[in-house]
């Protein structure tokens, strides 16, 4: 039945290898911490390796920071905030984000590749996507930073003061542009915290920053694994706590900062549900759903992981949808041709493996593309799940991966149904010729962003946030300087 549902007279176009050459990206051997608008070293001296997850080659070695650390840093936002940031004007915070977003977009090629190295995604994404998607969050920002009066939260709003910033290793400089540009453009200061596997391009922002003459404290850059973290959300002269990242390090975060005067906002997991209706554009869909769950090997909290289609067309799109899995191409991150690139970490590759084996083991139908795998590397076969049941784990639990659960149903009450039946609450798609349908549909589902045929769009002037244990707060949009003021 397999061989049936996959075969295709087209089969896979041949390309022949169109690599990016790394020649651009100028890594340093070394990285310090980036304290008071200089790379210093850590108190204690300790540094780790950052890996390319497609090689296993070290890039580089970074800077583990201390509490120590984090002190200094907390410091230097403080003060930078008291005798600077806070007395400048909106107009002149607006060009430092301005000249921030141009050097970005000046050092793009550089940021597209190191962001490949570090993290293990396509070039073609690095290049189309992260970078030029995070120039345009400072760009937007910029507008609004001398325009808060018309934000709509009243008149003269006034920033929070130090701003505390854990991101995730999923897209290490977007994430950091949706936490740092709001906060910047709302008058705060801010200690940014990337992720232990990919704090590279983080370290290139710092760069960028100083030659955008951005007042020494502003912005301090803390490289570390969880326990620089740990000690940021503790540290007493923050004043608020943005978070990306997994639901369970998101609970514990809400629960340290519970008998504090912190504010928090929350972005978590998610297991997305994408629902096809029978008058669904079949090869639009088809796309759409491909790009909402192998975009970014999976590694995406807002992934279309659940796919939900109208009983009578289930055959059809599983066939159809096989085929196109089995013609995605995966390898090297840096050929300009990738699909799908390296799995992040071995950590998160063995996570995917188990919950995969639990798949399996429950029933589910395993389809899993037949591509070649590189021996060395983190490597997953972009996978479907077939005859998936609402019990299945891997139809409750983010896998966060390039696997994909299709479940059917015969009703919009049954798919709502399926749809809100899990923790999360981040996002959903639609897919249906129906307006009507549509926006019935996407009334009754408990998410924070409802995609119609079409999935994983970004905008920064439109907000993005979940509900339930995906999280709360929105970034980006009008709605993302919010969380930075005191309202």
């Known amino acids: 039945m397999g061989e049936d549902l996959v075969s295709s007279s087209l089969g896979s176009f041949q390309y022949d290898p169109a690599p990016e050459s790394r020649l651009t990206a100028r890594l340093r051997p070394n990285y310090g911490l980036f304290i008071d608008g200089e790379f210093t070293n850590p108190m204690s001296h300790d540094q780790f390796e950052t890996l390319n997850p497609a090689t296993e080659e070290t890039l580089s070695s970074v800077a583990q920071a201390s509490s120590t650390d984090v002190d200094r840093a907390v410091l230097s936002a403080r003060r930078a905030y008291e005798k600077v940031w806070s007395k400048t004007t909106g107009a002149e915070r607006s060009k430092y984000l301005f000249r921030i977003a141009r ?73 950091a542009a ?24 983080a370290l290139l922002l710092a760069e960028i920053l100083q030659q955008a003459e951005l007042p020494a404290g502003v912005v301090n850059i803390l490289t570390g694994d969880g326990s620089t973290g740990a000690a940021l959300v503790d540290h007493g002269g923050v004043d608020k706590i943005a978070f990306t990242g997994s639901t369970d390090v998101g609970r514990l975060i809400q629960q340290r900062v519970a008998s504090s005067r912190k504010r928090l906002t929350l972005e978590l997991g998610g297991k997305g549900a994408n629902i096809v209706f029978e008058d669904a554009p079949m090869d639009e869909m088809i796309e759409g759903v491909i790009d909402g769950i192998f975009f970014n090997q999976g590694h995406v909290c807002c992934a279309g992981s659940r796919l939900l289609v109208q009983e009578s067309v289930a055959d059809d799109v599983l066939r159809r949808l096989l ?54 590397g983190y ?38 149904t399926k749809a809100n039946n899990t923790n999360y609450g981040l996002a959903c798609g639609v897919w249906s010729e129906k307006g009507s349908r549509t926006l019935w549909v996407a009334n009754r589902l408990r998410a924070g962003v409802i995609w119609a045929n079409t999935y994983n769009r970004f905008d920064p002037t439109s907000p993005f946030g979940g509900m339930r244990e995906s999280g709360f707060g929105r970034e980006g949009g009008r709605h993302g300087l919010e969380a930075y003021l005191n309202v």
């Not at 200690?191 to 590279?200: I, N, S």
């Not at 191409?329 to 084996?357: C, F, H, W, Y």
């Open 103 to 175: 050097l970005i977009q000046e050092r793009s090629r550089e940021f597209a590749i190191v962001e490949t190295l570090d993290n293990g995604k396509p070039i073609r994404e690095s290049r189309d996507v992260d970078i030029p998607l995070s120039a345009a969050h400072f760009f937007y920002y910029a507008g609004w930073a001398d325009k808060l009066d018309h934000a709509g939260f009243g008149a003269n709003p006034k920033p929070l003061g130090v701003a505390g910033q854990i991101i995730p290793w999923n897209f290490p400089l977007l994430m």
């Open 178 to 201: 949706w936490k740092l540009a709001p906060a910047l453009a709302a008058g705060n200061t801010c200690v940014l915290k990337p992720a232990e596997t990919t704090p590279l391009s």
């Open 323 to 376: 085929r196109r899995v089995d013609q995605l191409r995966v390898g090297d991150p840096m050929d300009k041709n990738t699909d799908v690139g390296a799995i992040n970490s071995s950590a998160q590759l063995a996570r995917i493996n188990k919950l995969t084996e639990y798949g399996e083991e429950e029933g589910a139908t395993r389809y899993s593309s037949s591509c070649p795998l590189p021996d060395k």
């Open 379 to 416: 490597w997953f076969a972009p996978t479907v799940f077939a005859n998936v049941a609402q019990s299945h784990r891997i139809a409750r639990e983010e896998i966060f991966g390039p696997v994909l659960s299709v479940l059917t149903f015969r009703t919009p009450e049954e798919a709502i």
